[in-house]
């Protein structure tokens, strides 16, 4: 998947987002879930109330927006949101 294509699916299938999602961004703040390109390759990160931060994973961007989306749909699916599957 690619960026325009992640950001499509987000909100068409309107995925329940109780973080700020960043795409290209590096922004260590609290409660985000973003993506950022370093050094050739994208990193997936999630930070904590307190801004403390977890990478989620390091790769191509295809592998890095697939699972930033998977993440988003965890999170939607945990809060009990109703999302429209497509």
Known sequence: MNIDRLKYRIALEKLYLCKQVMICVKLFTPNVLGLYEENGKWVVYDTDCVGK???????????????LYKRLVFISDKHGKKRDKK
């Open 53 to 67: 931060v977890d990478i989620l994973g390091r790769g191509n961007l295809t592998n890095m927006t697939d699972l």
